[in-house]
Each structure stands twice: as C-alpha cells, then as structure tokens.
C-alpha cells in the first residue's frame, strides 16, 4: 500500500510542475484532463502527508521518552500512544481512499419512478417518491428536469422520468435503485385492511458525449400531441417525441416542453443514458464473479426498502437499517440512509480485499 502512496505522491508532484507551465505542457484540453487528475489524488495526497507527519511525531515522542525519566518520560510515552491511536485511524482512511472509484460518481443521473403492483395506490406512492425526490435534490441544489410526467386524475403517477444534474448526483441516488414497498391503509379502504403497493425506482448515470454515440438512422421518432391526466394540458400541436431505438428496442418519450427541439433533446439524454447502463450492465456481466456486496445486486427487481406507515417506519432490506420518522424521510430527509448504504459498500469492498 506505502509503495502505491508514494508513487501517487510522486504523480501529485509532477502534475503540479506540468500545471505551473501551461505554456510547455499542453493546450487547454490538455490542462483540464491534468487538473482533473490532480484534484482526484489530492485527497489522496493530503492524508498521506498527515499520516506521514504523524509517524514523525509518534517516533520523536518515543525516542525523546527514552532519554527523559520521570513525569516527563511518562507524558511522552502517553502522546505518543495517542498518535499512534490516530495514525491507525490515518491509514483506516488511506485504505478507504485507495478503493477503486466508480467512475460515475462525479455525474448526473436520470431518475426514473414507475407505479408497479397495487393501481392507484401504487401510482400514489409513486407521486411520493417523486416529491421525496425532488425536496432531496433542492435540498444538496441538483439540478431537476422534467422528461415525462405521466400523472394520473387522483393525483398519483405511472411513471415519472427526470434529468437530474450537479456534481455527484449520481453517487447520492445510485442506491435508490430497486423496488420500493409501501405498506399502509389507503385513503378508499372502508374496512381499515392494510395493502401492499410497489413502485421501480431506477437511477442511470447520465452519459457523455464519448461515452455513447448514437446513429440517427437507428432511432425512429414519432411525434404526438402531449396530455395530462384526464386529457388536461393537451397541446394541438404535435410536440411530444417518442424515440424508438430500433437495435435494443428502447423507447424513450418526452412532452414536458412546448418545443419539439427541446423535448427531442431531453429525450435523446434519456436515451444515451439507458444505452450507457445497458452497455455498462453487459461489459459487467462479462466480468468474472460479479459479486453481490452488502448494499445489493442493484438489478432493479430487487426489493430494497419498504415503507411501513402504521409504524412510521423505513427498512432498508440491504443493510437492515430501520429509521422512525416517515414524514421528514419523505420530505427529503434521506442522508442518513444513503450514507449508512455507501458506509455499507465501503466496508463491503475492503472485507473482500
């Protein structure tokens, strides 16, 4: 591990005198994929400096204690125990830093929320999840656009598709996908029996231009009228567009904007972002032992989480984590799950180093 820090040490090094001379090192583009890669190992860099900085003390604090006697002697020995206490906990950290990244944390995503078993109740639940959502995602400032909206006349949603942008939007959601259960009276049921809903829930990386290209000859559009619930909001133009991508057979639609340019480009996003996950899923499947870690398969069959509310309670099935507060969790208070998810991951991947 100690050879690899100091090879990245040496890295950080020689990147900050490639940056200090622009004008002998490269041109723009270059300079950016430079400062990129420095601000990726600077954490890195950081906490090796402090875990080096602490092995110099806790050995000046043992080797001066060997030469004092007395009070002294034992004040040295005790600061030098409690450096090393914090120099295990330094290289605790290093280990955590040296993880293989994915490498689509630092993305957006594209969040998609669709009513499963259960009918209106379902498509209830989904409207919550959505709204969940979104307060989570004003809350951390990521951007949210709508795709498609497909809403129902109680006021529940089918299906839901949204862009969601800002750095490492995708890190926070990517947990998110699977099945979520709720379990709870609903409002129509005269004989108070509890019922059992499902909704999907997946979370995409949004894909880069490099990452994905598209031949326009492999996608059929079609262009239709957009409506809401009930047939509100129904345009007499034909803006809404549907993408067929004819190799894979995936169908994105969107309807949300006024402009057929601006909702052909949306869902051109969406598309690029299923293609990558697909590509992504193949190339990981190809990959000998694709093991199963503590916070699950990601397939989004999977059941994750359910939402008791008789209880006020939510369990996530993965880690077996159970918050009480139904009301702040569905107004977007969901941190302390996702980080008890990623905190799970963590440990996962260095149980299986």
């Given at each position: 591990?100690?050879?690899?820090?100091d090879?990245?040490?040496?890295?950080?090094?020689?990147?900050?005198r490639?940056?200090?001379?622009?004008?002998v090192?490269?041109?723009?583009?270059?300079?950016?994929?430079?400062?990129?890669?420095?601000?990726?190992?600077?954490?890195?860099?950081?906490?090796?400096?402090?875990?080096?900085?602490?092995?110099?003390?806790?050995?000046?604090?043992?080797?001066?204690?060997?030469?004092e006697?007395?009070?002294?002697?034992?004040?040295?020995?005790?600061e030098?125990?409690?450096v090393?206490?914090?120099?295990?906990?330094?290289?605790?950290?290093?280990?955590?830093?040296?993880?293989?990244?994915?490498?689509?944390?630092?993305?957006?995503?594209?969040?998609?929320?669709?009513?499963?078993?259960?009918?209106?109740?379902?498509?209830?639940?989904?409207y919550?999840?959505?709204?969940?959502y979104?307060?989570?995602?004003?809350?951390?400032?990521f951007?949210w656009?709508?795709?498609?909206l497909?809403?129902?006349e109680?006021?529940?949603?089918?299906?839901a598709?949204?862009i969601?942008?800002?750095e490492?939007?995708?890190?926070r959601?990517?947990?998110?996908?699977?099945?979520?259960?709720?379990?709870r009276?609903?409002?129509?049921?005269?004989?108070?029996?509890?019922?059992?809903?499902?909704?999907?829930?997946?979370v995409?990386?949004?894909?880069?231009?490099?990452?994905?290209?598209?031949?326009?000859?492999?996608?059929?559009?079609?262009?239709?009228?957009?409506?809401?619930?009930?047939?509100?909001?129904?345009?007499?133009?034909?803006?809404?567009?549907r993408?067929?991508?004819?190799?894979?057979?995936?169908?994105?639609?969107?309807?949300?904007?006024?402009?057929?340019l601006?909702?052909?480009?949306?869902?051109?996003?969406?598309?690029?972002?299923?293609?990558?996950?697909?590509?992504?899923?193949?190339?990981?499947?190809?990959v000998?032992?694709?093991?199963?870690?503590?916070?699950?398969?990601?397939?989004?069959?999977e059941?994750?989480?359910?939402?008791?509310?008789?209880?006020?309670?939510?369990?996530?099935?993965?880690?077996?984590?159970?918050?009480?507060?139904?009301?702040?969790?569905l107004?977007?208070?969901?941190?302390?799950?996702?980080d008890?998810?990623?905190?799970a991951?963590?440990?996962?991947?260095?149980?299986?180093?």
């Amino acid at each position: 591990m100690f050879e690899r820090l100091d090879g990245i040490k040496a890295r950080y090094a020689e990147l900050e005198r490639r940056l200090a001379l622009p004008e002998v090192y490269g041109d723009g583009e270059q300079l950016r994929v430079l400062s990129k890669e420095k601000a990726e190992l600077g954490e890195i860099v950081a906490a090796y400096d402090a875990y080096l900085a602490a092995q110099r003390e806790m050995r000046a604090d043992f080797e001066e204690a060997e030469r004092e006697t007395g009070e002294m002697k034992d004040l040295l020995v005790e600061e030098g125990y409690a450096v090393q206490k914090r120099l295990s906990a330094l290289e605790e950290q290093l280990k955590i830093l040296l993880l293989p990244k994915d490498k689509n944390d630092s993305r957006g995503c594209t969040l998609e929320i669709r009513a499963g078993a259960g009918g209106e109740e379902a498509a209830l639940f989904g409207y919550e999840l959505y709204r969940m959502y979104l307060s989570f995602c004003e809350k951390h400032r990521f951007g949210w656009e709508i795709v498609n909206l497909n809403e129902t006349e109680l006021g529940g949603v089918k299906e839901a598709v949204v862009i969601v942008s800002g750095e490492n939007a995708y890190k926070r959601l990517k947990y998110e996908s699977g099945v979520h259960r709720v379990q709870r009276v609903p409002e129509t049921e005269s004989q108070g029996r509890i019922h059992t809903s499902t909704c999907t829930v997946a979370v995409l990386p949004e894909a880069e231009e490099v990452d994905v290209t598209i031949d326009e000859k492999d996608v059929r559009v079609d262009l239709f009228r957009s409506s809401g619930a009930g047939g509100q909001k129904v345009n007499k133009t034909e803006t809404a567009i549907r993408l067929t991508h004819i190799p894979t057979g995936i169908v994105v639609t969107c309807q949300d904007e006024r402009s057929q340019l601006k909702n052909k480009e949306k869902a051109y996003r969406v598309l690029k972002s299923r293609l990558y996950d697909l590509y992504e899923s193949r190339a990981a499947g190809e990959v000998a032992g694709k093991r199963k870690s503590l916070v699950g398969t990601g397939d989004r069959s999977e059941r994750i989480r359910t939402y008791n509310f008789p209880q006020s309670r939510i369990t996530d099935h993965r880690i077996g984590l159970s918050l009480h507060d139904m009301d702040a969790f569905l107004s977007g208070e969901i941190d302390e799950m996702i980080d008890a998810l990623a905190r799970a991951e963590v440990a996962a991947k260095l149980a299986a180093q």
